[in-house]
Each structure stands twice: as structure tokens, then as C-alpha cells.
């Protein structure tokens, strides 16, 4: 990691060889260590700072997504630094509502963020309690980005029967392509009612990918055309990493007042099988 270029970060051993490590900027998870390997990707031309997010790792997409809504782009809670409160199993971050929320997003709301590393997983937990005395919407995310080999042999399985919203062409509706998703380019895809569990192989490795109370998942790729154009990413840094995001975009979230809502993405390490290889 670019030491100069990243905010300070906390640590979390977790059983086995698992170790987290998060900064209260964003409530960012910067990185996931588990079964001898890194499991997620952080560029290292990553920086931060006022609207700037950090390129990798999991933001925090909240209360809007992408330019959804009127605020900041993927909203404001991955650049804003959150209260750390670490706990013996889990890092904690605390984010309420102030100034600078109130500008984009007139609300009075109670976020946390739970991350919690096992023997063989990782859980992030995003918690948004409704402290105001109307009712609100908000959209939300992980926008985890994980480590691949090589995104040329990157497979996505469990989304073959969904039809999805292809945000990288005008948001169309297209229908299941019942294979599982492969990138040759651009992917930029959010999926409805995506309930099952999902794998993620690159012909060596395989991580299963589940959500709880996310409805949808976004997959993300900005293949080698666009990637060449965003200052934060390294050359061909598009190969390291797929966004499979925990979301829930299409139907917002709606808190009454003292409601609470959470949504949780959980990242398992499983070895490699041969059924899940490219043309296998
Ligand atoms: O560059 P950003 O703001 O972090 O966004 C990265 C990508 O995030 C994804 O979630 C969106 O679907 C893409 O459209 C977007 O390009």
C-alpha cells in the first residue's frame, strides 16, 4: 500500500490467518487477507481526500448510487471520515448525519458499518437507522472490488437466469444471457433479486459471494478502454479486479422514523474446482 497516498488504518486479526484492515475514511475496507492471499484489490495509485474516494478495497456506496439522486456520485459516505469504535471480533464505524450530509441529503440518520473477519470469510455489515421525525429512501452498496488473476479468465456464476439494467448502454433492460458473466470490455450491469449465493472464479481461485437484506448486485468492469483513462488506476490495473456489489439500487430503501435497516455482504474463500473453469 502507498503509505503517503492512503489514510491511516486499523487492524483485525481474525481467527486462522484472516486479517482486515479498514480506515475510518469511508469506513473503507482496504484490505482482506485469508487463506494465505489477498482477496481484494487496492490500487496502488489510490489516494484520498475532500470527494476524492479511495480506488479499491469497499467503499461505501451510500444514500445514493451513482448519479441516482442529487448528491455527490455514489453519495457521500466514502469520502467522509466515520467514528472508528473496534470491537475484540469486528471493526466498527460510526457515521450520523451533520453539516455536510444535511447539504446533499436533509435527513437525520444513524449509519454503521461492521466488518468481521473469519476463518475462511469476511462479513461487512452497513446498519442506516432513521433518527429524524419523517420517513426517507436511500440507496445503498459495497462496492467491493476483488483480486483476480487475470480478468481474461474472470467468470461470474449465478446471475445466468437474471436479466439485468446495462448501465454501460443507457441503462437498457436486457434479458438472461444463461452463461455466467465474462468481461471482453466494459461491464456494468446491476441485477434485481439476486438472492442466491455467487461465485467468483478466475481459473485458479474461487470465493463465494453471498448478501443479506441487498436485494440487487451490481458487477463492474471498466474494461481496458475506460480504465485508461482514470488517473487512480495503475496500467492494465482493469485485469486485478472485478466489482461484485452488494446493492440495493433499483428499489430504494424506505425508513419510517426509528426504523432500522441492514444489509450485509459476506465473501467466502472456497478452493478451486474444476467445474467452475472457463468452458468447464
Ligand atoms: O469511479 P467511481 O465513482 O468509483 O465508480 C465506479 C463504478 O461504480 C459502479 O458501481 C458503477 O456501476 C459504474 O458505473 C462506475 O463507473
Same mark, same amino acid.
Request: net charge negative; with cysteine; hydrophobic share 40%.
Given at each position: ?28 475496507? !482496504? #484490505?482482506?487477507?485469508? $487463506?494465505? @492471499? /489477498? ?8 489516494? %484520498?481526500? &475532500? ?39 469486528? !471493526? #466498527?464505524?460510526?457515521? $450520523?448525519? @451533520? /453539516? ?8 437525520? %440518520?444513524? &449509519? ?47 446471475? /445466468? ?10 441503462? &437498457? ?108
Amino acid at each position: 500500500m502507498n503509505a503517503t497516498a492512503l489514510p491511516a488504518s486499523l487492524q483485525l486479526n481474525g481467527p486462522g490467518d484472516s486479517r482486515v484492515e479498514a480506515s475510518a475514511f469511508g469506513a473503507h475496507v !482496504l #484490505s482482506w487477507r485469508c $487463506r494465505g @492471499r /489477498e482477496r481484494l484489490y487496492l490500487s496502488p495509485n489510490a489516494s %484520498f481526500g &475532500a470527494g476524492k474516494a479511495i480506488r479499491g478495497g469497499v467503499p461505501v456506496i451510500f444514500p445514493q448510487f451513482a448519479l441516482r439522486g442529487g448528491g455527490p456520485r455514489h453519495g457521500f459516505a466514502r469520502t467522509l471520515t466515520w467514528e472508528a469504535d473496534p470491537q475484540p471480533t469486528r !471493526l #466498527s464505524f460510526q457515521l $450520523r448525519d @451533520r /453539516e455536510e450530509t444535511r447539504r446533499h441529503w436533509p435527513h437525520r %440518520f444513524e &449509519a454503521a458499518l461492521d466488518i468481521e473477519p473469519g476463518e475462511d470469510r469476511l462479513r461487512i455489515a452497513l446498519t442506516v437507522r432513521n433518527s429524524d421525525r419523517a420517513a426517507f429512501e436511500f440507496s445503498a452498496a459495497l462496492h467491493t472490488y476483488l483480486a483476480v488473476g487475470d480478468i481474461d479468465a474472470t467468470l461470474v456464476h449465478g446471475l /445466468e437466469d437474471r436479466g439485468y439494467v446495462d448501465s454501460a448502454h443507457g441503462d &437498457a433492460a436486457c434479458p438472461p444471457t444463461d452463461a455466467p458473466v465474462r468481461f471482453d470490455g466494459e461491464v456494468d450491469r446491476i441485477y434485481a433479486d439476486t438472492q442466491r449465493p455467487l461465485r467468483i472464479t478466475d481459473g485458479e481461485h474461487m470465493l463465494r459471494c453471498e448478501a443479506e437484506g441487498f436485494a440487487d448486485t451490481v458487477v463492474w468492469n471498466p474494461g481496458a478502454g475506460l480504465a485508461a483513462g482514470m488517473a487512480d488506476l495503475e496500467p492494465d490495473g482493469h485485469r486485478r479486479f472485478v466489482c461484485v456489489e452488494a446493492a440495493q439500487v433499483l428499489q430504494p430503501v424506505r425508513l419510517e422514523p426509528g426504523q432500522a435497516w441492514t444489509g450485509a455482504q459476506i465473501l467466502i474463500v472456497e478452493s478451486s474446482s474444476a467445474q467452475y473453469r472457463i468452458g468447464g
